[in-house]
């Protein structure tokens, strides 16, 4: 038996232990078949089928209507910055987007180079620490979408609302919290999410995408970054990240026998509770982001003194606690609590965070 | 003990067992750290040694010189035939292509959306059956480079030389026989290849590029297409394929293992000096390609009565040879046989074809 630590990672990040389980065993001899299933064609029926499988899971996870498009893509949420104009924003349109943080930024940065951007709201105002009302808001009058992260990474701040703009199409970076607690698909024009926090290893992307969005590429649109040709092609325009596709896969066979999304997100509102409830008791530990902005997945958290930035990381360290430091631009640690990170994980971390201070304080 | 299969699939293709069998090992738990190589940070100390690892192993086996960076992208060479007009080709410049069948066309195709390029050469003109010699080419006077597919994995057409077109940059697209047999990397300005075939999982596109080509990119190009960002951050500009490149990793140790490129040249011609003979010997199978320009690494083959490929194919999987099947726009049967791909794979199916001539001939 391999000892598995506790991973607080931000991505790649933790993976279910039962999954990487069945990938070991499945690593030379696929049912018998006598090869991996990277070594498969892409077109074998038997690739088809997991394919397929993969994205029925998917679409059942998150009630996928069906006038969505689920497509399994490469690149990161990074190439998306760009796919996203290319395929939606009219060369003489404009486009909203909500700045909360490093990676709406990025989003909006990426996006000027191709069109008018018109940023309608800035955390910056609250120092990052808040997402402004949607009263606040200044929005276009005829924007191409709306597009903003529902969760930041590396800030810690995520909606627990979903905006309301009519009919702007919704454009949702939710690369790491999708698939933590329900969503309506319906109210989004278009989701996407790099793999490698809730879904699987990275170098995959999974977007959806209502079908009337397909079909407005600008001609200067590179063929692999066309929604409508990776979705008219089932995502085998060419050789998808068959294995990446494969164990996200998995993942999302994992998550329905946990009961699905609602059940994980009963989980994770008790492993974020337990671990903001931690950081607010204390003098010792905080977190400053407004309440009904925390993040569920990704919970920065500062020691009273950074000097003891480093004998906290060794102590978790030789506890089997890894990967707290935090972002090197926000500093302190950060705990990154996705689906394949269990409650006993936090329990742990908490024990440990109590005894540190003990010790310290 | 898994029992694996002798699998002829043109990609996503065989990979070494050995390769498979220490990935299975290190699944869950890399070398005592508790986690797996797929839930570390790109950034984590033990990550990065990963893939500075992957990189100078493949370095050496190409001996790549130092004015040369090493890529490891995603994609597929698909995005590839944009990004290099996009990275290379100025707006009222001209490229030269040379067209040998299915994969370079797709080539040609998509640089003409981004600009002018001049067919300098195609092999239509011989059924793609051969490739026309370098004195009948119609080069540009001031090309911006000139690309060409060293290997067709479909057609089963390959260069056995290096086209000499003075100071133009060679742009080559090594997907199928890159890591095959010894290259000269100073012939080229850039050798891209897709993993799936001799190098790794699919996701995964390597791409050497002399550093004077970098950072000529053209404003419209999305940042994640551009060369010189990819160059400039090792190739972590966002997170990477972080498990293809680790397993990319242990396919250069394992060819290291082997005694590099030039043994294992020695094996590939064995391989397909047997497989050639055995079609050639025989008046049951036919290949067309004129022999200068048959692959050493994609055989394709019909046999005299296409009603018998059926009764082949079956015949074949039940001895465990698998993926037979020629591409659907040639017809027949189709071995390829990579790096991956034994002589004892090789001598396997040579014994099957004999045995089946005998009883349908």
Redesign the interface.
């Given at each position: 038996m391999?000892?598995?630590?506790f991973?607080f990672?931000?991505?790649?990040?933790?993976?279910p232990?039962a999954v990487?389980?069945r990938?070991?065993a499945e690593?030379?001899?696929w049912q018998?078949?006598?090869?991996?299933v990277?070594?498969?064609?892409?077109r074998?029926d038997e690739y088809v089928a997991i394919a397929e499988r993969a994205e029925q899971d998917l679409r059942d996870l998150l009630a996928i209507p069906s006038n969505y498009k689920v497509l399994f893509l490469?690149?990161?949420?990074?190439?998306q910055?760009?796919?996203i104009p290319?395929n939606l924003l009219p060369e003489d349109g404009v486009a909203d987007y909500i700045d909360t943080g490093i990676w709406s930024k990025k989003a909006i940065e990426?996006a000027q180079?191709?069109g008018n951007v018109n940023v309608a709201a800035s955390a910056k105002a609250y120092d990052y620490f808040a997402i402004p009302g949607q009263n606040d808001w200044q929005l276009s009058k005829k924007a191409a979408y709306l597009h903003y992260a529902s969760n930041e990474t590396i800030g810690g701040l995520q909606f627990d609302w979903v905006p309301d703009v009519g009919e702007t199409p919704l454009v949702v970076d939710m690369s790491s919290d999708i698939l933590s607690r329900p969503i309506d698909v319906s109210q989004y024009g278009l989701i996407y999410a790099?793999a490698?926090k809730n879904i699987g290893?990275?170098?995959?992307v999974v977007a959806i995408v209502r079908e009337d969005l397909l079909g407005r590429a600008r001609?200067?649109c590179?063929?692999?970054?066309n929604y409508k040709v990776a979705a008219d092609n089932g995502s085998m325009?060419?050789?998808?990240?068959?294995?990446?596709w494969y164990?996200s896969g998995l993942v999302f066979e994992w998550l329905k026998e946990q009961g699905g999304v609602e059940a994980i997100a009963k989980v994770n509102r008790t492993k974020k509770d337990l671990l903001y409830k931690a950081i607010d008791a204390s003098d010792f530990y905080s977190n400053p982001i407004t309440h009904n902005a925390r993040s569920w997945m990704n919970v920065p958290f500062r020691l009273a003194d950074d000097k003891l930035d480093k004998p906290f990381l060794a102590g978790a360290e030789a506890r089997?606690l890894?990967?707290l430091k935090g972002h090197r631009s926000v500093g302190g640690m950060r705990a990154s609590i996705y689906n394949a990170v269990g409650l006993d994980a936090v329990e742990a971390l908490v024990a440990y965070m109590a005894e540190f201070e003990k010790e310290h304080a």
């Open positions: 391999s000892k598995r630590a991973n990672c931000a991505g790649p990040a933790a993976l232990t990487l389980e990938a070991q690593m030379l001899d018998g078949k006598g090869l991996s990277m070594e498969m064609s892409h074998s490469q690149g990161g949420a990074s190439q910055f760009a796919e290319l990426e180079r191709f790099g490698q290893p990275s170098g995959l001609s200067s590179p063929t692999m970054l325009y060419n050789t998808p990240a068959t294995y990446s164990l089997g890894l990967n």
